[in-house]
């Protein structure tokens, strides 16, 4: 039933722009907190971005001032904007969500399958 899905991905010039976008079939998707991750070739899976339910936001150090997340609430989107791609930036790029139950003490997180961003000249 759940399931979040990424779009946006595909190969670019160092330098050059992507905007990611995750589309998520979830009920009350407002009040999950959204992420960005990414995993290159040999490497862990790293987080990128984070936007709470609260809207408020993170980065991993290599990307800020380079990338935004954002959300729409009403279309039950979360989006990664990426400036100034470089090379290292070369990922596959997942979505996540996650939730706590308040009645129950439970976490819920869920993953999209990720879309391919290559960066290179």
């Known amino acids: 039933q759940v399931q979040l899905v990424e779009s946006g991905g595909g190969l670019v010039q160092p330098g050059r722009s992507l905007r990611l976008s995750c589309a998520a079939s979830i009920s009350a998707f407002s009040i999950y907190d959204m992420d960005w991750y990414r995993q290159a070739p040999g490497k862990q899976r790293e987080l990128v971005a984070t936007i709470t339910r609260g809207y408020k936001t993170n980065y991993t150090e290599s990307v800020k001032g380079r990338f935004t997340i954002s959300r729409d609430n009403a279309k039950n989107t979360v989006y990664l904007e990426m400036n100034s791609l470089k090379p290292e930036d070369t990922a596959v790029y997942y979505c996540?969500?996650?939730?706590?139950?308040?009645?129950?003490?439970?976490?819920?997180?869920?993953w999209g399958q990720g879309t391919q961003v290559t960066v290179s000249a």
């Open positions: 996540h969500a996650d939730r706590y139950n308040d009645l129950t003490g439970r976490v819920y997180d869920y």
